[in-house]
T-cell receptor, first 113, second 112 residues
Framework: NAGVTQTPKFQVLKTGQSMTLQCAQD?????MYWYRQDPGMGLRLIYY???????DKGEVPNGYNVSRLNKREFSLRLESAAPSQTSVYFC????????????FGPGTRLTVT | GNSVTQMEGPVTLSEEAFLTINCTYT??????LFWYVQYPGEGLQLLLK?????DKGSNKGFEATYRKETTSFHLEKGSVQVSDSAVYFC???????????FGSGTRLQVQP
């Protein structure tokens, strides 16, 4: 049982390049989330998926798109990276059905130059 | 909207000292409250939680009590160890999506 996995662990992009961050969970959870972590600001919600086939914007969605490919996988895409998107990105999942706690992946550290 | 306020860090303590990290929140309804811990280079791990007023969450010697009257959820530990050095985040969740609203985090450094 690997929990929540994320790839890649590290990435450096040039301004304007695109990339997709991958996230998968093997806990049969219904809900999945993408957060970004910036120094001194805690984590902020980018996008959320309540279940397969549904997605919803969070607090800071601009510049990002998501795909809930199936129940296990939830990807985050940067179409045209900007230096302001330099951050650490965390994926999380939650069982749903009244359960409150979220389980986090190890994170992806992204630098945009 | 919802918000979480934590005490500024870093907090530096000697081993076996008593720890308190203050956390207060603002929410429109009746949130669930959490403490997460982040060790260097790792993701966040759930430390403890409380889902209703007066609940006490506890784990690994850490405790926090959900105080609705003071909108607080302070984290305490009676005797810290070097291995407790990490960043601690207070968070709440509310509403259908149950997304987490985080505080800014408090770095704890425990010296031998």
């Amino acid at each position: 049982n690997a929990g929540v996995t994320q790839t890649p662990k590290f990435q450096v992009l040039k301004t304007g390049q695109s990339m997709t961050l991958q996230c998968a969970q093997d806990m049969n959870h219904n809900s999945m989330y993408w957060y970004r972590q910036d120094p001194g600001m805690g984590l902020r919600l980018i996008y959320y998926s309540a279940s397969e086939g549904t997605t919803d914007k969070g607090e800071v969605p601009n510049g990002y798109n998501v795909s809930r490919l199936n129940k296990r996988e939830f990807s985050l895409r940067l179409e045209s990276a900007a230096p302001s998107q330099t951050s650490v990105y965390f994926c999380a999942s939650r069982l749903g059905q009244g359960a409150n706690e979220q389980y986090f992946g190890p994170g992806t550290r992204l630098t945009v130059t | 909207g919802n918000s979480v306020t934590q005490m500024e860090g870093p907090v530096t303590l000697s081993e076996e000292a008593f720890l308190t990290i203050n956390c207060t929140y603002t929410a429109t309804g009746y949130p669930s409250l959490f403490w997460y811990v982040q060790y260097p280079g790792e993701g966040l791990q759930l430390l403890l939680k409380a889902t209703k007023a007066d609940d006490k969450g506890s784990n690994k010697g850490f405790e926090a009590t959900y105080r609705k009257e003071t909108t607080s959820f302070h984290l305490e530990k009676g005797s810290v160890q070097v291995s407790d050095s990490a960043v601690y985040f207070c968070a709440l969740s509310e509403g259908g999506r149950r997304a987490l609203t985080f505080g800014s985090g408090t770095r704890l450094q425990v010296q031998p």
